[in-house]
């Protein structure tokens, strides 16, 4: 038996693989080689004799055995024999990347024509004398809130505010006190009787409910096709910066923006690009030059480096034009317009508390070498620095598109006059805000 194998064996003898099982383990004469063969042999026939055997990944054999098929080997064949090959079953299809990136296309051009639809029944309703916010509704809601504080005190376990902005989850340990909680039923003294230590799992999103669609397009994309360390890629005009070549955003930092974290030089970069197709629009961009934030910023290089950098395209403007330059001194961004030729600067910073040593050296010095190598006579003793009354961001990360916002309100306006071009309320709303974040991810959306 062991010369022929069990291929041969199938050619001589019209046995099914279940057979072909137990003769293969057959001693000569006529028992089974121990008794664990045995039984299975015993059980094989009773499952023959009960129904026909139909060779398949779940016959006679694979019963008996208890033992499904797995891929490389089928019971009773051969080691190079497959399931999928002996049971003449398909190949199961493959994930394809490209078939998920088609997927998520789709599902976002329907939220998009679904948005456009949502937009002309918005403006096909008639609008309320009072709005949705009438005083007897607000009246009720208070009343209902009353009565619920009103009722005894129970235990109530309840998941404290956590900032839905990074795809992680946080442990939290909070102690509930018997005089801290809130329940809307009665509940008898002896059912909280000291504090007490919970330790809650929160699964932290990454996709806030109330975020533009535009916004979830580009981060659902960015989670769900880009790979770590990958990239969108566009061209900068050559009159941009004063050099054409390509800039970048990669996805972590497209996932940062989305979630209303630190603004990245590369991603003021992009709104910088999309601000200056829009003043062409405007027919504008003979009022603006603008600097890359990535050359004058603290951390690129010495300030000496960094004056001569902005100087390069102080030189570049002429009589009347405001030179537009994001700055990030380290840790914040802040706005610097500067009117080289009246040596006049205006800083726009929603801190207004940070210091400015950096800037006012690196800007100082490239006015300098500006007016020396324009051969400009020096008006004043020293350039002149205008804090611009501005909005002032109410966290901690804004900044960045606090000074987005800024430039977009500059560069909107009809005036050359920054004071009057700048809105002087005491912040930006999550919604003026959210404007700028729509335009940066509608630009970076043409390069998916």
């Known amino acids: ?117 949502l937009e002309q029944k918005v403006q096909s309703i008639p609008t309320s004398e009072h709005g949705s916010c009438s005083k007897s509704k607000v009246q009720e809601k208070e009343k209902v809130l009353e009565n619920v504080v009103k009722e005894k005190k129970g235990i109530a376990t309840s998941v404290p ?92 930092d497209v996932i940062d923006f989305c979630n209303m974290q630190k603004v990245k030089t590369l991603s003021m970069v992009a709104y910088i690009t999309y601000l200056y197709s829009l003043i062409i629009d405007l027919k504008k961009v003979s009022k603006y030059v603008f600097v890359d934030p990535s050359l004058i910023s603290a951390g690129h290089s010495t300030r000496e480096i960094r004056a001569r950098n902005l100087c390069s395209r102080l030189m570049t403007s002429k009589q009347d034009q405001l030179v537009v330059a994001p700055y990030n001194p380290g840790d914040h961004w802040s706005l610097v317009i500067i009117n080289p030729y009246d040596d006049v600067v205006y800083h726009l910073d929603s801190l207004r508390t940070s210091s400015r040593d950096d800037i006012k050296y690196v800007t100082n010095m490239a006015l300098t070498i500006f007016q020396s190598q324009k051969n400009l006579k020096k008006t004043r003793k020293t350039t002149f620095w205008k804090a611009v009354k501005c909005p002032l961001q109410v966290g901690t990360v804004e900044c960045g598109y606090y000074v987005m916002r800024y430039m977009r309100e500059i560069l909107s306006k009809d005036t050359s006059i920054i004071t009057d071009a700048i809105d002087t309320r005491n912040s930006y709303s999550q919604l003026e805000l959210d404007e700028v974040r729509v335009e940066w991810a509608e630009f970076l959306s043409r390069y998916i």
């Open 1 to 117: 038996m062991s010369r022929r194998g069990y291929a041969n064996l199938a050619e001589d003898m019209d046995f099914g693989r279940a057979n072909m099982w137990k003769k293969a383990r057959t001693k000569k004469d006529g028992g089974y080689i121990n008794e664990d063969v045995q039984q299975v042999a015993n059980e094989i026939d009773e499952i023959l004799d009960k129904a026909p055997n139909e060779e398949s990944p779940n016959d006679a054999l694979t019963q008996a055995l208890g033992i499904p098929e797995y891929d490389g080997r089928v019971h009773g064949v051969s080691g190079f024999i497959t399931p999928t090959v002996y049971f003449h079953q398909a190949k199961p299809r493959k994930s394809n990347k490209v078939d998920t990136t088609q997927q998520i296309i789709d599902e976002n051009e329907a939220l998009r024509k679904r948005i456009r639809e």
């Open 161 to 252: 505010p956590v900032s839905l902005t990074s795809k992680k989850k946080v442990i939290e340990e909070e102690k509930v006190k018997e005089e801290e909680v809130i329940s809307t039923t009665p509940m008898t003294k002896n059912e909280v009787k000291s504090s007490r230590s919970m330790t809650k799992e929160v699964e932290v999103t990454s996709e806030p409910s109330n975020l533009p669609i535009q916004l979830k397009y580009i981060l659902r994309y960015a989670e769900r096709v880009m790979v770590d360390g990958s990239s969108f890629s566009f061209q900068l005009p050559l009159e941009l910066f004063g050099i054409s070549r390509k800039s970048y955003v990669l996805r972590e």
